[in-house]
C-alpha cells in the first residue's frame, strides 16, 4: 500500500504545523534589536490594516517561513505578528525576509 497523494500536501502542512508548535514551546521568538532597527534614524509607519504577508522568523536556531500581518515597517525591517497554537507572537525581521501573500 502506497501514500496518500491526495492528501499528501494536507499531511505536510499539519507535520510542519506540529515542528513550528514544538519549537514555539521550546525555543525564544528571535527579534531585531534597538541597534539594528534604528528607529531614531530611519521613519517607521504603522498600518491600521495590517497587510498579510509570509515571514521568515526564528525560534532559537530553527527558522520557519509563517503566515503573518506586517504591523510596522522601516525602510529597513517589518514588525509582523503571527499565531501559533494559539497563541500571538510579535517581532521585528529584515526587510527581505518578508514577502506578499
Not at 510542519?16 to 521568538?29: D, F, K, P, T, V
Not at 503573518?68 to 529597513?76: H, Q
Request: net charge positive.
Amino acid at each position: 500500500m502506497g501514500t496518500s497523494k491526495r492528501y499528501a500536501h494536507a499531511v505536510d502542512a499539519r507535520m510542519n504545523e506540529r515542528i513550528l508548535e514544538r519549537a514555539a514551546a521550546s525555543a525564544r521568538l528571535q527579534t531585531l534589536g534597538r541597534e539594528e532597527l534604528q528607529l531614531d534614524v530611519h521613519p517607521c509607519t504603522t498600518d491600521p490594516r495590517p497587510k498579510p504577508v509570509k515571514a521568515w522568523v526564528r525560534f532559537g536556531d530553527n527558522a520557519f517561513q509563517v503566515a503573518a500581518e506586517a504591523c510596522m515597517w522601516t525602510t529597513k525591517a517589518v514588525a509582523i505578528r503571527f499565531n501559533v497554537a494559539d497563541r500571538e507572537y510579535r517581532c521585528w525581521v529584515w526587510q527581505g525576509a518578508v514577502e506578499e501573500r
